[in-house]
């Protein structure tokens, strides 16, 4: 899983607490900007946004996209599955921490765009892609007024992607494929909008790292070597042959498969939103949106440790011969899911005097969500186009070790309040509540202590009452997250700002999955910062100190240890917590058709209160304490340059960022020394309507890991990992991507 760890303070682009959905032209502007500078480009995915490194806690996925100020899905539906930066989207920017933690509840960054509606005038926009990987994309949208209906307005949508990526699976022809369509009915009258859209996607990209991994050696030092010539982001480290069995955890029965066909996600999305501006002042808003994930099952296929075994472990190759040398260990977990959501959002704002600003809101949210996951694993050869291998005569094996389940319903009454208070032109200070009381009641099968039902050996089944028990456990709760804002202009251009905030946010039924059940206590986060704003009509300058912390954070983590010589792995329901001192310097400089960003930020993120006792399937524990250690998959450095230039009928960009070390395991012994990150691209407006953009993935040919590699947090000796075979994600490699797009 990625990692959305924290480095808040490094993007000081999210500075401010300002509404999106009713941005204000007030005498402290120059204090509250925001930027979005680069937050779609993903060294490691070309169709996920950009892991911006700020949740807290941990919850994976990359950057949180929101569609018309609203969630796609409350709990398992991810941003990637109903979203891309398509024209049947118009972005609106990114949504603050402050207004995310108040109005969201979400402790992130959201990038939040709209849907296109119909205009006065008919319009479109359609893009034709492809890239030296062989991408076939579409995406097109055209709106409008309806014909002899006045007040009445139309948009369509459809967005299509196919990617084989760069490694060209020989068991799927795309790994990132993905289809959206939409079509937006709106009636306006003269202070009353009303717009309903309905979207249909289909999500059969494999985005849980099946295909994009490598393996390498690492040499402990912090650099890695190829291992067998493998070609890190060019050779395919997936078998051909991907035919499976496993048991489905909920009944029992052995399914037949193949990996390369198991990736189907179908959702289907209707909002209404309303918006009335009232003769009193106030501005009222009004939002239903019903999300449905009808059954849909997905692979995703992790690693599970390299292991070189002998003949005696009695693995075979296809052939029927002993197996000897490098095996890489895959636990796969078939995840069956569905969901039904229903938001009902209401908001009210109003300025009552220039001095006061008022923003009321409140939203009813039921969700009804299933999520099933039965696991198996399988191994094969180390080496480009490996070969499977077998045990015992069988393909997979160790059914459900890993199993996952729960069954839920979650009611929620979200109340949140933030006002603007300006004593003073030069004072600015923002005050926001949010409030949720809470029930979630949910069917699962935690083992308690000392008993042995629940326990997740081989052949684990919810059917089986020998093996499994299912429990009913009732969660209320009450949420809650206070914020603070305040923006002081000093002199002239130059502006204090400092803001914080401080929430308790329940846990949810997916902590409650595994075999062992977290403690009940709400996870708590508090965060602040300051610092100082400079800008002119050429440029603008962002000093800032941040300090964040959190407690009582849950994760079901994965953790692998060699048992009896072959590598196991478990599920692992964590509990920890996180701070961090931070450091970020922030500039924008622009004149003529040049411009160019630059920042640079330090941190040192370090675990708290991190002491986990594994349990593994021969009996033994492992007590390890990571207290203290360093964050994983974090830099403690980064630097971003960001310049581009506009001339006439071309716009040249570039984009590099430099990541400091980045420990690899939570034991800090392994780490993956810095690296860069890099971007180019140029537009060339071939006529008023047409434009050609080609962009550039990797310019600088940067070829090694990154991330984090789970499979050494149980490794206490460092002189271990010399020399160490493992496996792991890579930068993309270099990469040209071609857009041609006809607006009218």
């Known amino acids: 899983m990625r990692r959305l760890y924290f ?54 996925g990359g950057a949180k996209v929101y569609v018309d100020g609203m969630a796609h899905g409350i709990s398992l539906p991810r941003s990637q599955y109903h979203w891309a930066g398509s024209h049947m989207f118009v972005p609106k920017g990114s949504i603050g921490l402050m207004e995310a933690v108040v109005t969201a509840g979400e402790i992130s960054i959201l990038l939040d765009s709209r849907t296109r509606v119909g205009g006065d005038e008919f319009s479109g926009a359609f893009t034709i892609g492809s890239s030296t990987n062989g991408l076939i994309r579409f995406d097109g949208a055209v709106d409008g007024p309806v014909k002899n209906a006045p007040g009445w307005y139309f948009a369509v949508g459809a967005y299509v992607n196919n990617d084989p990526t760069n490694v060209n699976a020989p068991n799927r022809m795309f790994v990132d494929q993905k289809q959206m369509y939409n079509i937006t009915l709106s009636r306006r009258w003269k202070n009353t909008t009303l717009d309903a859209t309905y979207r249909f996607s289909i999500c059969n990209d494999n985005i849980d790292n099946g295909y994009s991994f490598a393996p390498f050696v690492y040499n402990g030092d912090g650099t890695i070597s190829a291992f067998g010539g493998f070609r890190l982001g060019r050779d395919c480290y997936f078998p051909a042959d991907d035919a499976v069995s496993y048991m489905e955890i909920r009944d029992g029965k052995i399914r037949h498969s193949s990996l390369g066909n198991m990736d189907h996600r179908y959702l289907h999305d209707f909002s209404v939103l309303f918006a009335h501006k009232h003769r009193n002042g106030w501005n009222l808003d009004a939002k239903c949106h019903i999300l449905y994930m009808q059954p849909s ?248 100190a941040s300090y964040i912390t959190s407690w009582n954070n849950a994760r079901v983590m994965t953790v692998t240890k060699q048992i009896a010589g072959v590598s196991e792995t478990i599920p692992w329901t964590a509990q920890y917590g996180i701070g961090t001192l931070g450091f970020t310097l922030d500039g924008n400089l622009h004149f003529g058709g040049f411009n160019m960003h630059l920042l640079g930020t330090w941190q040192d993120p370090r675990y708290k209160n991190y002491t986990n006792e594994f349990v593994f399937s021969d009996g033994s524990k492992e007590v390890i304490d990571y207290t203290g250690k360093h964050v994983t998959g974090i830099s403690q450095w980064m630097l971003e340059i960001d310049p581009s230039y506009a001339w006439k009928k071309f716009r040249v960009w570039a984009s590099a960022r430099y990541y400091s070390r980045q420990y690899v395991s939570r034991t800090n012994l392994a780490y993956f020394a810095g690296h860069w990150e890099t971007f180019a691209g140029v537009d060339w407006k071939i006529m008023e309507q047409l434009k050609l953009s080609v962009n550039f993935v990797n310019v600088l040919f940067q070829n090694g890991a990154k991330g984090s590699i789970d499979v050494a947090d149980t490794i206490t000796d460092a002189s271990l990992l010399n020399g160490y075979v493992m496996s792991g994600s890579y930068i993309r490699p270099f990469t040209v991507d071609f857009m041609l797009t006809y607006n009218f």
């Open 7 to 60: 480095m808040i303070f490094m993007l000081p682009f999210f500075l401010t607490g300002a509404s999106l959905s009713a941005q204000q032209a007030d005498t402290l502007a120059s204090g509250q900007q925001k930027s979005e500078r680069n937050m779609l480009l993903n060294a490691e995915s070309a169709s996920a946004p950009r892991e911006i490194n700020i949740g807290l806690p941990e919850s994976g």
């Open 297 to 544: 099952q997905s692979a995703k296929i992790g690693l599970a440790g390299i292991d070189k075994v002998t003949a005696e472990r009695g693995y075979a190759s296809a052939d029927g011969s002993v197996f000897t040398g490098y095996m890489q260990n895959r636990l796969v977990t078939v995840d069956n899911q569905k969901e039904f959501d229903v938001d009902l959002r209401f908001s009210a704002e109003r300025h009552f005097n220039p001095v006061h600003r008022l923003r009321l809101g409140a939203e009813l949210l039921y969700s009804d969500q299933m999520h099933s996951a039965s696991t198996f694993y399988f191994a094969h050869t180390v080496e480009n186009a490996p070969s499977r291998i077998y045990k015992n005569g069988q393909s997979t094996w160790g059914m459900n070790m890993s199993g996952l389940y729960y069954d839920s319903f979650r009611l929620s009454v979200p109340l949140y309040a933030l006002h603007d208070y300006t004593p003073a032109e030069r004072l600015l200070v923002r005050t926001g509540i949010r409030l949720c009381p809470l029930y979630e009641s949910m069917q699962h099968a935690p083992r308690l202590a000392d008993e042995q039902v629940n326990r997740r050996v081989d052949g684990f089944n919810l059917a089986d009452a020998t093996l499994a028990k299912m429990r009913n456990t009732n969660l209320p709760a009450f949420d809650f997250a206070v914020s603070e804002h305040v923006s002081l202009r000093l002199v002239d251009r130059l502006f204090f700002i400092a803001e914080g905030f401080c929430s308790m946010t329940a846990m949810n039924g997916a902590y409650y999955k595994s075999e062992r059940i977290p403690t009940g206590d709400s996870m708590g986060n508090a965060f602040g910062r300051g610092g100082l704003m400079y800008d002119n009509k050429w440029m603008n300058v962002t000093a800032l």
